[in-house]
């Protein structure tokens, strides 16, 4: 059988089975943002990792390797703030290949330390291999959370709200940037450019989400139309998203309109925004302080199963998961 | 600068330079086996992490899939078990190739599977995506340890013991033997195979030394030269050790005769034996009940820094730490 018959979902699915031989101290195994397993009463301790691999998940000749190193901790850190975490310690594998330099990978870590400062993580650790062809950077990230204050996916309850972060699409309208020069004057390129080069993630939120009252959550790594279709099966509903809610920065607007793209297949099914969606009741919502968060709801939990999304003429669409497989 | 000129330790000193951003409950970053952190008093975890690159790590007309994934896991229990540490939780990166099947992922978990029941290690997440040039793989590796269990490479005392578990160069001697057939007939050539392609790290024995009286430990992963500088610089002593008491198989007698080589040369320079050297004063050493273990004493700690090994002859020779460096 081919990967790209089973695909990356599928293939999980095989990778999953007898994985766990000890279950006693195990909260979250494989299929969630990072794993959580309890060394002591009380504590969870998180963990992630993620690959970064050249030609699939980066171009060196439209990255820096400041950005890089950035990003590669920036993905991680996602995964453990989508948890309510707080990431603690990294640890770093590098596949190096022989013509890179010294001062590549010095202004790499120094990317990665610059991101690891701003959040209080201690990088730890790490190998450091030579590769035949192209850059690989693995990173495998720690993180720490209160029991009570731990984020999953499966916790969506009929009639919660469906929550995002932030501004969806400006990252892989970004990328569509970085490939289709000739907007290099224009005022919007920056903010759409960073979006996807030095991403920003929603660690200091994500640890106050349990607390707040979400009852699911889920970093938007792979687009909306995925991780709202990952929340819906882990929690057994149906998710609503309403088309003219769902935000959108004011620059990729004027990109998508200038490229003649539409704004909405970026928030929904580009990648990498690493924003978070999550489901919250409506009470506990509107009990938080107007204005503090940068909170949009973007639709409901409903009884079945799937997404669909109600445009504003009350066409409705069924979003398939179709965020980015590496497989297909 | 290019990255030979400053080699793998020399990047590693790089890279150390301000990555611990809170120090709190750093036990150890950079630089040994693996990381200790103390999420709670008295225990600490352990957190460990090494990447497989094909065509530089293995070679696929060499090895199985089973075997491979067995090893992957293997060379990070082995970091954990020179720590002192119990293995408990690991996540994987893959980077597969597109040609790769899907029964070559589930194999190569099975042998990851396989040694990961044996020592009870769960594998709780990891990471999948594609790779245009060959097979990568991660491992993160989290173990336990009680503090008073913990093992560095820098308690080294004076007139300590050198020990070392099991015998020494099978694995390299093995690896020379895949790559210059004729022996397949010879009854030699199996015991050094399998060192080389599923070794077995001490992991059960790691966990014991410290109780013994082990001053400072080392896993033997780029030969004893290349540790055992390394157990002298972090200790600031001298290593004397003795060429005629290095422990050799009968089977890298017959296969070193056969081939020309010399067995000390693969015991010395050979690497990826996943034993452990560790040192020990003679009173704690002659104390362990005779026999039971599988140690050999084979040098002594002395004043001064380097390492030194005296043959039959008298004869002196300082070992340079010249293990496997991936950038020269």
């Known amino acids: 059988m081919k990967l790209k018959e089973v695909g990356e979902f599928g293939l999980i699915d095989l990778i999953s089975e007898n994985a766990i031989v000890d279950p006693t101290d195990i909260i979250i195994g494989i299929?969630?943002?990072?794993?959580?397993?309890a060394p002591k009463q009380g504590l969870l301790e998180l963990l992630t990792t993620d690959m970064l691999v050249e030609s699939v998940h980066f171009d060196l000749s439209k990255t820096t390797f400041w950005q890089l190193g950035y990003k590669a901790i920036a993905v991680n850190l996602s995964d453990i703030a989508a948890m309510g975490g707080k990431p603690r310690h990294a640890v770093i594998s590098l596949g190096l290949p022989s013509e890179f330099t010294v001062e590549h990978v010095v202004e790499l870590y120094q990317g990665m330390k610059e991101i690891a400062r701003e959040f209080s993580v201690n990088i730890i650790g790490g190998d450091t291999v030579s590769s035949p062809h192209g850059l690989v950077i693995n990173v495998a990230l720690v993180g720490e959370v209160e029991v009570a204050g731990l984020l999953r996916r499966s916790g969506a309850r009929v009639s919660d709200l469906v929550v995002v972060t932030g501004t969806l699409g400006d990252s892989a309208c970004g990328l569509d940037l970085l490939f289709n020069p000739g907007w290099d004057e224009a005022d919007f390129i920056w903010p759409l450019l960073n979006a996807h080069l030095t991403p920003r993630p929603q660690v200091l939120l994500g640890q106050k989400l349990a607390g707040m009252g979400a009852t699911s959550a889920d970093d938007i790594s792979d687009g909306l139309a995925n991780e709202a279709n990952e929340l819906a099966r882990s929690s057994g509903v149906s998710l609503r998203l309403y088309a003219d809610k769902?935000?959108?920065?004011?620059?990729?607007?004027?990109?998508?309109?200038l490229m003649d793209k539409?704004?909405?297949?970026?928030?929904l099914y580009g990648g990498e925004d690493y924003q978070i969606v999550f489901t919250i009741s409506p009470d506990r919502f509107f009990d938080l302080p107007a204005g503090t968060w940068p909170f949009t709801v973007v639709g409901d939990v409903t009884d079945g199963t799937g997404v669909f999304l109600l445009e504003a003429d009350n066409h409705i669409t069924k979003l398939e998961p179709k965020g980015y497989d590496h497989f297909r």
Do not use: C, N, T, V
Request: hydrophobic share 45%.
């Open 31 to 37: 299929g969630d943002d990072a794993a959580a397993y």
């Open 246 to 257: 769902l935000p959108l920065s004011p620059e990729i607007k004027q990109a998508a309109a």
């Open 262 to 267: 539409h704004p909405l297949h970026y928030a």
